[in-house]
C-alpha cells in the first residue's frame, strides 16, 4: 500500500509530464505536480505498488509500457463536460448552422454528419442529439449521425451506457428531459439512462487528437471541439485544427470553447462567425 512516498521526485515527474506532452499534446507545467500525484495514486494501489515512483518505473518498463500508457492517460486527463454546456452554440446550432447546412435542398433528405472531438462521458454529444432530434421532430427533412471521440477509454465506457446521476440532467429543459431520459427504477440509484432511440444516434470511439490523422469521414457537417485545445501550446493548437477542418465539409462548422477564440492562423480557409463559432 501506498504510505509515505506518495511523491514523485523530480525526475519521475519530468519524465511523467513528457511523456503526456508528446503522446496527447497536454501540458503539465509544476503547477500540477500534486493534482497529478494524486490521480495516480489510485493506479499505483491497484497495482500494489508501495510508492509512486515504483509505479512510474513499472509505467516505463517496455514490457509494460503500452498496456500501461493507457491506464496513466486515463489517469491525468481532465474531462469537464456537462449537458447543455455553453448554450449559445447549441442555439446556434438550432437557429443558423443547420437551416444553413440544409438550405436550398427543398424536400430531399440528407444525413448530417456531427463530430463531438474530446467528448468525455457523451454529455455533449447526447446535448447535440437532443438539439437535432428535436428539429426533426418539428419537421426537419433530414437523418443525423454523431460520432464522439475521446482519448480516455473510461469516459467512452459511459457515453457508450448514456447513464448518469440524475442531478447532472438539471441543465437540460423539462421537456427534453421527459422525452430523451429513463429514471432508474430503483429509485434508491438517482440515475438517468438516455433513451435508447437517443443512444442509437449516436458512435463513440477512441481517437487521439495528436495523431497524424484521424479516421473520421471528410464530408461533417459540424465539429465541436471544446476546452480541450486550451491544454496544448500553440503550434500543436494549430496542428490539430488543421487537421480537424480537413474533415470539414465546405460551409461546415467548427465549435471551439470560449477561452479558445483564436485558434487559428488563417491559413486553413476557416472564417470567424462569432467568437468560438467558425466556418470553412
Known sequence: MLQAAAHLTDQHFRSVAELVQDQVGIRLPPGKRSMIEGRLQKRAR????RSLNDYVEHLFDTRNFDS????????????????????????????????ELLGGRGAVPRRLKVWSAACSTGMEAYTVA??????????GKFRFRIL?????????????????????????PDEFRRRYFLSARDKARAEVR????????????????????????????????RNVLIYFDKQVQQQVVKR?????????????GHSESMVHDGTIGLRQVQPTIFRM
Open 148 to 172: 464522439g471521440t475521446d482519448i480516455s477509454t473510461n469516459v467512452l465506457q459511459q457515453a457508450r451506457l448514456g447513464i448518469y446521476p440524475r442531478e447532472l440532467a438539471a441543465p437540460v
Open 194 to 225: 438516455i433513451a435508447p432511440e437517443l443512444r442509437a444516434t449516436t458512435h463513440f470511439m477512441r481517437m487521439n487528437l495528436m495523431d497524424a490523422s484521424y479516421p473520421v469521414d471528410r464530408d461533417v457537417d459540424i465539429i465541436f471541439c
Open 46 to 49: 491497484a497495482l500494489n505498488y
Open 130 to 139: 437532443m438539439v437535432l432530434d428535436d428539429l426533426v421532430r418539428r419537421g
Open 68 to 99: 500501461e500508457l493507457v491506464h496513466l492517460i486515463d489517469s491525468v486527463t481532465t474531462n469537464k463536460t456537462d449537458f447543455f454546456r455553453e448554450p449559445s452554440h447549441f442555439e446556434f446550432m438550432r437557429r443558423v448552422a443547420v437551416p
Open 244 to 256: 480537424l477542418c480537413s474533415h470539414l465539409r465546405p460551409g461546415g462548422y467548427l465549435m471551439v
